[in-house]
C-alpha cells in the first residue's frame, strides 16, 4: 500500500524558518507528482507547491512564491518543503500528496496522502 509520512513540523516565530520532509513508501514514488497541501484552521485545503515526478517542474502558490521551495530526492523517495520568512497566516497542517497525473496535481486532486505535520508561525 503505498503510504506516505510527513514529518518536520514545529513552532517557529515569525522571520523563521522550517523543512518539512515526505518519504513514500514503494517503487511507485519515482514516477509519482509530489505535492504539499496546507489546511489552515476554519479555511480549505491549498496546494501551496507541487513538483513534478523528475523534479524539473514546480509551480507555487502565489502567497509562497519567492518564500518556499520545493525538492525532491527519488532515490530516498524524498519531498522536501523548505519555508523561509514564514509568516503566521503559513499555519496549519501541511499534508504532502502524490498523483501520477500532472493536470490532476495542478488541480488539486491527489490520490495519496500522507497523515500531515502541524506548523505553527507566531508573531
Known amino acids: 500500500q503505498a503510504q506516505l509520512v510527513e514529518s518536520g513540523g514545529g513552532s517557529v516565530q515569525s522571520g523563521g524558518s522550517l523543512r518539512l520532509s515526505c518519504v513514500g513508501s514503494?517503487?511507485?514514488?519515482?514516477?509519482?507528482?509530489l505535492a504539499w497541501v496546507r489546511q489552515a484552521p476554519g479555511k480549505d485545503r491549498e496546494t501551496v507547491a507541487v513538483?513534478?515526478?523528475?523534479?524539473?517542474?514546480?509551480n507555487y502558490a502565489d502567497d509562497v512564491q519567492g518564500r518556499f521551495t520545493i525538492f525532491r530526492n527519488n532515490a530516498e523517495k524524498t519531498v522536501y518543503l523548505q519555508m523561509y520568512m514564514l509568516k503566521p497566516e503559513d499555519t496549519g497542517v501541511y499534508y504532502c500528496?502524490?498523483?501520477?497525473?500532472?493536470?490532476?496535481?495542478?488541480?488539486?486532486?491527489?490520490?495519496?496522502w500522507g497523515q500531515g505535520t502541524q506548523v505553527t508561525v507566531f508573531s
Open positions: 500528496a502524490a498523483d501520477d497525473n500532472w493536470g490532476r496535481a495542478l488541480a488539486g486532486l491527489f490520490r495519496i
Open positions: 514503494g517503487s511507485w514514488f519515482s514516477d509519482h507528482n
Open positions: 513538483i513534478d515526478w523528475s523534479g524539473t517542474g514546480t
